[in-house]
Every structure is written in structure tokens, then in C-alpha cells.
């Protein structure tokens, strides 16, 4: 499975992106999918992920109720809504792909199987 993130871009604070993650190479329907993201000499943290059906999501607090997950099993596709983003938001993000349809330690990069290239985020005060 291959998987491709794009919608990264340069936005001011307070505006929104909506990040996409195509995937290739096999199906994803059955897969628990996750968003990442790697600041400058920061390790890679958590953001969001949901359960192979989309029924069950996890955020990670800094982002809660201004970010939101969901997949479409049809397009083979997951997304990530971002809205309100500050500064601290600016970042790589990076979609991951566990093989299982649920993850329990969803906020553990290792749980993951297959990565894409990652999509730049430059939020401006």
C-alpha cells in the first residue's frame, strides 16, 4: 500500500486546510488510518485517527475540536479538516496506515505499517 498526503500549504492563523491521503496499491477500507506530524527538531506526535469504518476516533488533545478525521472507503481516502489553526500547527503531517482495523495504542507511530511522504503545514501569525 502506497499512500500519498497533499493539501499542505501556507495559510494565516485562524484559517483552514483540508489535508487528503490517497492510498494505492491495495485497498484501505479495512485499515485503521492515522495523521501525524513533525515539527522542526521534534520528535513525530499524534494528531488524529480513526477506526477502519470511521465510527471511533481518537485526537490528540491540542487539536481537539478543531480538527476532524474521516475517510472515505470508496475513494480510498482519508482526510483531515483543519480549521482554526494557530502556529503551533505548522508542522509536516504524515498519514500512517495500521493494518489492523483497530489500533489500541493509536498514538504510537511503531503501531503503523505504511507511511506516505508527508505534506507541509506553514500556519503564520
Known amino acids: 500500500v502506497q499512500l500519498q498526503a497533499s493539501g499542505g500549504g501556507l495559510v494565516q492563523a485562524g484559517g483552514s486546510l483540508r489535508l487528503s491521503c490517497a492510498a494505492s496499491?491495495?485497498?484501505?477500507?479495512?485499515?485503521?488510518m492515522g495523521w501525524f506530524r513533525q515539527a522542526p527538531r521534534k520528535e513525530r506526535e499524534f494528531v488524529a485517527q480513526l477506526n477502519w469504518s470511521g465510527e471511533i476516533k481518537y485526537y490528540a488533545d491540542s487539536v481537539k475540536g478543531r480538527f476532524t478525521i474521516s475517510r472515505d472507503n470508496a475513494k480510498n481516502t482519508v482526510y483531515l479538516q483543519m480549521n482554526t489553526l494557530k502556529p503551533e500547527d505548522t508542522a509536516v503531517y504524515f498519514c500512517?496506515?495500521?493494518?489492523?482495523?483497530?489500533?489500541?495504542?493509536?498514538?504510537?507511530?511503531?503501531?503503523?505499517?505504511?507511511w506516505g511522504q508527508g505534506t507541509q503545514v506553514t500556519v503564520s501569525s
Open positions: 500512517a496506515a495500521d493494518g489492523r482495523a483497530t489500533t489500541i495504542r493509536y498514538s504510537d507511530p511503531r503501531e503503523y505499517d505504511y
Open positions: 496499491g491495495g485497498g484501505i477500507s479495512s485499515f485503521a
